[in-house]
T-cell receptor, first 114, second 114 residues
Framework: DTAVSQTPKYLVTQMGNDKSIKCEQN?????MYWYKQDSKKFLKIMFS???????INETVPNRFSPKSPDKAHLNLHINSLELGDSAVYFC?????????????FGQGTRLTVV | GDSVTQMEGPVTLSEEAFLTINCTYT??????LFWYVQYPGEGLQLLLK?????DKGSNKGFEATYRKETTSFHLEKGSVQVSDSAVYFC?????????????FGTGTQLKVEL
């Protein structure tokens, strides 16, 4: 069973479109995250939710809107896609409290904006 | 702010060679420290962790020791294999009550040749 699963794995779309990436975890964790990995492999946090509540919102354009319908799901909706949004987006989850065991990551969604 | 500095890659080694990937951090307290590994086309997997000074994390022959005095968490392996070829990320995390986030280094690509 996949612990953290994201769909789709690949997404190719045109500039200006709106798209969503879905994430689900079956680990029973309270906290979920979105990370962005750029073309140089640099990873940066975008958002963190704890039990459906937004906890961390880094400096991300407001075209990006996370939504957590329940604590097992965290989706990422992106409006008016731009070329610079091309990246790999990773969902992750962790138990509540101190990050003693690290976070568990999904396989990533490679977004290509053309 | 908190940051992680890793040695730049790519690092190319022959099979059975000794590996060291340097990692130092800047933080205003005592974070938890992690090494993650990313195999080609896959998500991040936790390789090892240490949550307090002088802790040694180990897994699959890899080791790293949390050195508070030098703010370092260098990754070592005595004898690398071709299957160790991947990108390795050093990361730190704080729990602030407002949530956790992993702050990553830039990643170090390791290539092991026969």
């Amino acid at each position: 069973d996949t612990a953290v699963s994201q769909t789709p794995k690949y997404l190719v779309t045109q500039m200006g479109n709106d798209k969503s990436i879905k994430c689900e975890q079956n680990l029973g964790h309270d906290t979920m995250y979105w990370y962005k990995q750029d073309s140089k492999k640099f990873l940066k946090i975008m958002f963190s939710y704890n039990n459906k509540e937004l906890i961390i919102n880094e400096t991300v354009p407001n075209r990006f809107s996370p939504k957590s319908p329940d604590k097992a799901h965290l989706n990422l909706h992106i409006n008016s896609l731009e070329l610079g949004d091309s990246a790999v987006y990773f969902c992750a989850s962790s138990p509540p409290g101190r990050l003693l065991e690290g976070a568990f990551f999904g396989q990533g969604t490679r977004l290509t904006v053309v | 702010g908190d940051s992680v500095t890793q040695m730049e890659g790519p690092v190319t080694l022959s099979e059975e060679a000794f590996l060291t990937i340097n990692c130092t951090y800047t933080a205003t307290g005592y974070p938890s420290l992690f090494w993650y590994v990313q195999y080609p086309g896959e998500g991040l997997q936790l390789l090892l962790k240490a949550t307090k000074a002088d802790d040694k994390g180990s897994n699959k022959g890899f080791e790293a020791t949390y050195r508070k005095e030098t703010t370092s968490f260098h990754l070592e392996k005595g004898s690398v294999q071709v299957s160790d070829s991947a990108v390795y990320f050093c990361a730190l995390s704080f729990f602030t009550g407002g949530g956790n986030k992993l702050t990553f280094g830039t990643g170090t690509q390791l290539k092991v040749e026969l």
